[in-house]
């Protein structure tokens, strides 16, 4: 009998939040929420989102200075545990609304409920996937122009890609490197002619179309990438400091996929003034949503504004 | 001839941007803009905005833990000047715009020329200017439920005004304190009737309109109210622990009045994914724009969105 009422309270527990992400965006949101008085859950495979995959100093996080991506992680994760929020290291597998109320399933097979739900899972920048270019993250390899673009001031690089997000980066590493290689592996490049022109203009960029790249080499740090030419099939080698992958990045959407819009780059659509997607009660916060800039305090911002909206909302609802 | 060459160049240097302001939304535009390799000066008269009146601790920047305001606004004075950007201490008067170019004008009546302004001057809380308030501010008095209502746990409090948000501060503050008065000088409140019936129902709020407060009194902390029946004349005195003063705010706007659109709270109209205000080249970022909630971490997030605004705004006009 006992045993049978502890199950029933346990299934009958609803939220008044789940937040999916332990990123900047869902840390700042648990945080928010917490100081709401909202009985949360975060759910999160791990802290710190695509900070975990920054090897180089953070420097653009206002007041932190220069810091390692691993202690701002470190951080951010300290001072969500200060808050009154229960926290499940799991992967989520899938969120439903049935009625006002959201099921969110994890992995481990486990369904919890929620009256409002914030999706903060973030984004990855899409990967080459060869060889040499896991072992040189932080080394050379680098997947933001933004954070790693003054660490090569005076020296070689290479961006891989050819749509606007490429040239824009090669565009923005002029300011600081010597010279620039944009890397594409169709004959022709997708990005805005406006784009390319400014690239020009710079009269450090090179671009080499038609390549396929096979591997990327050094000793410490990234010394050279080895790439074939897709018509005549010859293989060269170029040599260089740095390289810039910029092929596009997957937001994690697909627990959502049903809720939610999404804009031309897989991202959730949501009010930029309040986080909210087209689900009620659903919210969407950093990098995985429609957000224009991607940045660590730009998605630290929407948390704390999609955790006030939904404190909002649940007011309106009851 | 030399004196004079000089002098031209001087005066016809154009700063690619000029950052009004130096709360969170400002110096996280510097800290952005600076990293864009934008020239750029920054015009204030302080730093930390309305962080420098908190004289509790801020719990809700995320990262930073609990920290002194005071502590905070040095963190990011420092993380700003480590950054490639002049910083003039000065109130700005004036801010035209001829052709392309915004021309700033200083109170020590210097002009300054830029391409391209980001307006972050914030906005202050209406104060009650009457006896005792700033003594006690931070000792009793507050301007801020979201950052200070934990600390009035089970205590007695006081919420001066009658609008909505003076009844939403006294609901988000039913969670923590024992006894909440709402304190109106007019016979009717404004607040919406939601927002009325809200209020009563969480049986802690008490309703004390046709009041005119006179005097904030106490020892080393706030221990009470005086005030006067409007129609009655009687004095009384309210005995409580803290007063929150929601009687409105005041965006310091008045330097680019004629280059905006205001909302109906006297905030700055800006587009929410990139602060673009209509006049193009001027941004508005904090809490001096339209964001739907004043905090720090969100302000320093619209003040990145601002810089990287610009960065492409400046790209696209030359």
Redesign the interface.
């Known amino acids: 009998m006992n045993l049978q009422r502890k199950h029933q309270s346990e299934t009958m527990k609803i939220y008044d939040l789940i937040i999916i992400g332990g990123g900047?965006a869902g840390?700042?949101a648990g945080?928010?929420a917490a100081?709401?008085?909202l009985d949360t859950l975060l759910i999160t495979k791990n802290f710190g989102g695509q900070m975990a995959k920054k090897a180089v100093n953070i420097?653009?996080?206002?007041?932190?200075?220069?810091i390692s991506g691993m202690e701002?992680i470190q951080?951010?994760e300290?001072?969500l545990k200060?808050n009154d929020i229960k926290i499940k290291m799991e992967s989520v597998s899938k969120v439903k609304k049935t009625g006002n109320t959201f099921s969110v399933t994890t992995r481990d097979r486990e369904e919890q409920k929620s009256r409002a739900v914030i999706i903060a899972s973030g984004s990855d920048p899409r990967p080459l996937e060869i060889p040499g270019e896991k072992k040189y993250i932080g080394k050379g390899v680098s997947y933001c122009v933004?954070c790693d673009g003054?660490i090569f001031t005076d020296k070689t690089v290479a961006v891989i890609g050819g749509g606007n997000s490429a040239f824009e980066a090669a565009?923005?590493l002029s300011?600081y490197a010597r010279k620039i290689y944009i890397m594409e592996y169709s004959a022709q490049v997708k990005a805005d002619l406006?784009n390319q022109q400014?690239a020009k203009e710079t009269g450090k960029i090179e671009l080499v179309t038609n390549v396929l790249l096979k591997e990327i080499r050094g000793g410490d740090f990234v010394e050279s990438v080895t790439y074939e030419d897709n018509t005549t099939k010859e293989v060269s080698v170029l040599k260089l400091d740095g390289i810039f992958v910029e092929i596009g990045s997957q937001p994690a959407t697909s627990v959502v996929k049903d809720l939610v819009d999404f804009n031309e780059r897989d991202e959730i659509v949501a009010d930029?003034?309040?986080c909210q997607t087209k689900t009620q009660g659903l919210f969407a916060a950093g990098d995985v949503s429609d957000?224009?800039?991607k940045?660590i305090?730009?998605?630290?911002?929407?948390?704390?504004?999609a955790a006030?909206?939904v404190s909002n909302y649940l007011?309106l609802s009851t």
């Open positions: 900047p840390v700042s945080i928010y100081r709401q008085k420097e653009n996080y206002p007041g932190m200075g220069e701002l951080k951010f300290k001072h200060k933004t003054p565009y923005s300011r406006e400014r930029p003034r309040t957000t224009t800039f940045q305090v730009i998605a630290a911002g929407t948390g704390a504004t006030l909206s007011k």
